[in-house]
């Protein structure tokens, strides 16, 4: 596997800290499957009391927070609401339906972002030969909508819309804080929407693993069985949970770096002629080369030799994902090359 000087690949190529690594070390544990350590109540708690919900669960991956959600919402055959680019569909190997046993209908929305309107056009009738739909599922913000931060008025319009046709919503958010940080709204605010609702600690949040989900006690209940029955409880994981107290301390705020230096790469390739690029919200920035004579697999093969590490999201399409470990020069260099290849 290739090394990157400069890793825009994903936000989750960053590796721990000196500082990080030593609150892991020094971390009090004890057994989380029996509830007794520590580093993982408190985590829980204080994820709990910000997204202001009665009771959260330390899980060790988002796509578990994700599957448990739809398994503790849902019977199988239950129908889930969810955007056509949703990691739900995209990213998740089809767990949702292969152990949850939903099924997935998916709205097509510009960035990932629907209305109550469209929605309710997905609603299913009650009819015996129709799946019952029972959860909407969002994104914030939307990975494959170029990291958009779903807006709190549109977020609430579909949460008044589920309250009144007893739906449950979940938010996925893998990327909530970068939410936060980019539109000035409170994470409770967001969460206000949903009946469930979870944040990363291994994306831009810098931990080595790790993902919180909460909801409310019935729902945490459930959700506990869950991650027993999928082998997800643990033992001394508070050496784990210490890196997302530290991350919380440390590593919120400095998300707006990431969303300056994502916003300083797209400002830089917005002169290069053969890219089209729209300005990013956060730390994710999508371009197309369209215009160029190269596939997207050609130019991330030509920045891989020269050391820079690029997603490639479709035929035209590339991803750069800003995180902790990539600084301004990065990006500038990163974007100088991408200039020079094209030019
Ligand atoms: C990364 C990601 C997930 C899954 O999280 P993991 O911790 O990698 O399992 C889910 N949803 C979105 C939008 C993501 O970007």
Not at 44 to 70: D, E, Q
Not at 214 to 232: H, T
């Amino acid at each position: 596997m290739r090394e990157f000087r400069i890793d825009l690949r994903s936000d989750t190529k960053t590796r721990p800290s000196r500082d990080m690594r030593t609150a892991m070390a020094e971390a009090s544990v004890g057994d989380e499957q029996s509830g007794e350590d520590p580093c993982v109540n408190e985590l829980t708690a204080r994820v709990a009391a910000l997204l202001r919900k009665p009771g959260a669960l330390f899980l060790p991956s988002g796509t578990m927070c994700n599957l448990i959600a739809v398994l503790a919402h849902c019977r199988p055959g239950d129908e889930v609401i969810a955007a056509e680019n949703s990691h739900l569909i995209s990213s998740e190997s089809g767990g949702a339906t292969a152990v949850a046993g939903a099924q997935i209908r998916p709205i097509s929305a510009k960035r990932g972002i629907f209305s109550a309107d469209q929605a309710a056009a997905a609603v299913r009738p009650g009819k015996i030969n129709a799946p019952t739909t029972r959860l909407i599922h969002v994104e914030q913000t939307v990975n494959r909508g170029g990291g958009a931060i779903w807006p709190i008025d549109a977020l609430r319009e579909l949460a008044a819309f589920a309250r009144e046709r007893r739906l449950a919503m979940h938010m996925d958010g893998a990327r909530l804080m970068n939410a936060v940080v980019g539109s000035g709204v409170a994470a409770s605010e967001f969460s206000d929407c949903c009946d469930s609702v979870w944040l990363d600690l291994s994306k831009g949040l810098g931990c080595p693993m790790g993902a919180v989900l909460a909801g409310d006690e019935d729902f945490i209940r459930a959700a506990r069985r869950w991650k027993f029955r999928l082998g997800g409880a643990m033992r001394q994981a508070g050496i784990i949970a210490a890196a997302g107290l530290y991350a919380l301390d440390h590593h919120v705020d400095r998300l707006r770096t990431d969303h300056d230096n994502a916003r300083r790469f797209a400002d830089a390739l917005r002169s290069v002629d053969a890219v089209s690029i729209h300005a990013p919200e956060t730390n994710l920035v999508f371009f197309d080369i369209e215009s160029s004579r190269m596939s997207a697999s050609e130019l991330a093969q030509a920045l891989a030799e020269m050391g820079i590490g690029i997603g490639v999201e479709g035929r035209t399409t590339l991803r750069a994902v800003t995180h902790l470990d990539v600084n301004a020069a990065g990006v500038d260099e990163a974007a100088a090359a991408i200039s020079s290849i094209l030019g």
